[in-house]
């Protein structure tokens, strides 16, 4: 559906709406469990305006979720995320229950879309695209990504220590490759700059040798036409773009030649050829989630290579700037003594933000994360706090009180990864019989995997849930002006409470007290579609509390078109809840501040709370 047809739908709706019984519940949109009488126009579509991702009515919108999965890296299901449909249906549950996730980047294999050189492996796409389906049933979007590490795990030995995955043998068998190895290394990802197969392999692919590239364009082509041919409208309506190539990277930059010209004179020609092949398959509505030089942002020094897309012009709605951002100072164990900090990441995620303000783009953070096993293990719980910290806000938590205006927009982000399997897999390194790897995400000893399978085979959280189940606002009816989540997350014993609400606000911090808050602020558009959060499932039915300049109340009622602060569930089925807050009148500005730290606050309690918050928001944002 075109993005004017989408609109279109949304203000019929919205007029039929207006027209409506006052009070009266909503009917649901086709069916789908959950779906309110505004959810089928919202989903019609999702694109970039202004900078922004916006739904078929136009409201902002958020991505926030996992990659599923790491298991498209191995071979013991044959490249696909999962073993089967029914365990991707208990991911997409899980993910969306006890992960708060709406998106999901789901990884996809050229290995096994192509085995044979110019053959296109329909049995393969047709198990991606039920799988698929899977999230998208469950009210998640997806956006594929043909994924890639090392290049391929074909250019490694049996006995290697190191194993990659993407392209598929033949492109591999096609090059004249030396025998791999990584010399001294000690992280897997060495080999990138360090193994000459590797870097070899990598040239040949962005230089089309053997016709390499042009065989993968085809394929990608095929698998997206595969992909909407075989879902309905509405399915494919969830699938949001498409991310061309993951991490790229020269291998060997010709002779003279800088990080930057590389980006604009190989990297950038290579996606405008992809962006042709999204148009011809009919994803000409969708944008493609664009990575810029793998070293464009990394924080340590003496890699960093100058670089994200400089020289690409105004993306503008087409494309997305896709990045991705792990602490290598962190993850190094040398680096960085120490834990995480409060706004440790401000920086780094703020010049992500500036970089898409500049191209005409919005933002994508398509992986961030950090080891849960290992040496530096002990440094994720600060690590991931800071970093959902910086998506949320450019401002450190010491100062987003007094500043919330310079907040910047909430970036969307999926975070490496969601593994069922994690701990319980059985792949065979490299196809050795004699290296079977079971631990962690068996794939170059990664253990990254927020989720795994109990003894009874329900999915469970390897992190705590109050820091990746969060408050964040996925769909926003005008623009955000600032937003803040607490999420109290815990470091072993220690709760890491890095945003207390001030002094200057007693009975809000009253309010609160050791709950977990997050705070909206934004301008209305007036449409009368809601501006939604997400709730956690720590914010209980009974338990959540919220204070708006629309109004103040505990345990918020069920929506009806006529009530401004209420709650419902989210599309799916899957158990997951949001807050919803219309707002009427264009331009205005209003507040909204959730918490499930009260118990029974009394009216009075409320209304001073209230009237604190109303005369922050006039002096910060009036």
């Not at 993910?95 to 110019?118: C, D, F, K, Y």
């Not at 997806?142 to 033949?170: I, K, T």
């Not at 807050?579 to 029974?600: C, E, F, I, S």
Request: hydrophobic share 40%; net charge negative; charged share 20%.
């Amino acid at each position: 559906m075109t993005k004017l047809r989408a609109r279109l739908l949304g203000v019929l709706v919205l007029l039929s709406g207006s027209l409506a019984t006052a009070g009266a519940q909503p009917a649901a949109a086709e069916d789908v469990p959950g779906s309110l009488w505004f959810d089928e126009p919202a989903a019609a579509t999702l694109t970039v305006d202004h900078g922004r991702f916006t739904d078929g009515l136009g409201r902002e919108v958020v991505l926030r979720g996992y990659n599923v999965s790491g298991e498209t890296k191995l071979e013991e299901h044959g490249g696909l995320p999962f073993a089967s449909v029914a365990d991707a249906r208990k991911s997409a549950t899980a993910l969306r229950a006890l992960g708060g996730g709406n998106a999901v980047r789901l990884l996809l294999s050229w290995a096994h879309a192509e085995p044979v050189r110019g053959r296109v492996d329909t049995a393969y796409l047709a198990a991606v695209t039920d799988q698929m389906r899977a999230f998208l049933d469950a009210g998640i979007r997806v956006f594929p990504d043909f994924h890639q590490d090392l290049y391929s795990r074909h250019l490694f030995d049996a006995d290697s220590w190191y194993s990659g995955d993407g392209a598929p043998e033949w492109a591999v068998d096609a090059g004249d490759y030396p025998d791999e190895s990584c010399g001294i290394c000690l992280f897997w990802g060495q080999n990138i700059t360090q193994n000459q197969a590797v870097r070899q392999a990598t040239y040949d692919f962005w230089h089309n040798a053997n016709g390499v590239q042009d065989a993968f364009l085809s394929t990608a082509q095929s698998t997206m036409e595969y992909v909407r041919r075989h879902l309905t409208a509405a399915e494919f309506a969830g699938v949001v773009g498409f991310d061309p190539f993951n991490e790229p990277y020269a291998g060997t930059y010709d002779s003279g030649q800088t990080s930057r010209a590389w980006e604009r004179d190989v990297l950038w020609p290579f996606y405008e050829r992809f962006r042709a092949r999204m148009d011809a398959a009919g994803w000409q509505a969708k944008p493609a989630f664009v990575e810029p030089n793998l070293f464009w942002n990394a924080n340590l020094d003496f890699q960093r290579q100058e670089g994200g897309l400089l020289d690409a012009g105004r993306l503008g709605p087409r494309y997305v700037l896709n990045t991705h951002f792990y602490d290598q100072k962190a993850i190094s164990g040398v680096f960085m003594w120490g834990k995480a900090r409060d706004g440790q990441y401000a920086a780094d995620l703020g010049a992500v933000r500036d970089r898409a303000s500049a191209a005409g783009t919005t933002a994508l953070v398509s992986e961030f994360g950090h080891p849960l096993a290992g040496s530096v293990a002990d440094k994720a719980p600060t690590v991931l706090k800071a970093m959902y910290q910086a998506l949320d806000s450019r401002r450190a938590g010491s100062t987003w009180w007094s500043d919330p205006a310079s907040s910047g927009p909430v970036l969307s982000g999926t975070q490496w990864q969601w593994d069922l399997y994690n701990g319980r897999h059985h792949e065979l390194m490299n196809g050795n019989p004699g290296k079977v790897l079971t631990a962690g995400d068996a794939w170059n000893d990664e253990d990254l995997s927020a989720v795994a399978l109990d003894d009874a085979g329900r999915a469970v959280l390897r992190q705590d849930a109050r820091l990746l189940d969060r408050v964040y606002p996925s769909a926003t009816a005008g623009m955000t002006a600032a937003f803040t989540y607490e999420d109290r997350s815990r470091d072993g014993s220690a709760t890491l409470t890095w945003n207390p609400v001030p002094s200057t606000l007693p009975k809000v911090s009253q309010l609160v007290g050791p709950g977990q808050y997050g705070l909206l602020v934004w301008r209305s558009d007036g449409t009368g579609a809601p501006t939604e959060l997400h709730l956690p499932a720590s914010f209980t039915a009974s338990g959540t509390t919220v204070v708006s300049d629309l109004g103040a109340t505990t345990a918020p009622p069920a929506y009806t078109r006529t009530t401004p602060v209420a709650a419902a569930p989210e599309p799916g089925g899957t158990g997951a809840r949001r807050l919803l807050l219309t707002a009427a009148g264009p331009g205005a500005v209003h507040y909204a501040l959730v918490t499930n730290g009260a118990t029974a606050p009394s009216a009075d309690l409320l209304a001073a709370a209230r009237a604190e918050l109303a005369s922050w928001a006039a002096q910060r944002f009036n």
